[in-house]
Nanobody, 124 residues
Framework: QVQLVESGGGLVQAGGSLRLSCAAS????????MGWFRQAPGKGREFVAT????????YHADSVKGRFTISRDNAKDMVYLQMNSLKPEDTAVYYC?????????????????WGQGTQVTVSS
């Protein structure tokens, strides 16, 4: 059983940056593929980025490619989402998730463990 806790959200102006962190505990962190998802008010949960167990393979949604970067530190049981050039449409609750599945997993239902989420608000 893996527990995930996100932090780092907040209010930022358009064009600004934020770095989200997700701390994992209760399991072998390096045995899980990790992902970030987001959910805006009135919308479904949207895939943002995913990273392989070693950190050597990443995949980002087209909507954030070139602006967001996922990374992980297996020594610290942490996964990060660096968000640059933020836009108002990036406003959402951001969730960290873990899956034991292999391959580039972009579907939320394939992730078994979730954090409580952290709010990101981008003002215009």
């Amino acid at each position: 059983q893996v527990q995930l806790v996100e932090s780092g959200g907040g209010l930022v102006q358009a064009g600004g940056s934020l770095r989200l962190s997700c701390a994992a505990s209760g399991g072998t962190f390096s045995s899980y593929r990790m992902g970030w998802f987001r959910q805006a008010p009135g919308k479904g949960r949207e895939f943002v980025a995913t990273i392989s167990r070693s950190g050597g393979n990443t995949y980002h949604a087209d909507s954030v490619k070139g602006r967001f970067t996922i990374s992980r530190d297996n020594a610290k049981d942490m996964v990060y989402l660096q968000m640059n050039s933020l836009k108002p449409e990036d406003t959402a609750v951001y969730y960290c998730a873990a899956t034991p599945k292999y391959g580039t997993v972009v579907v939320s239902t394939e992730y078994d463990y979730w954090g409580q989420g952290t709010q990101v608000t981008v003002s215009s």
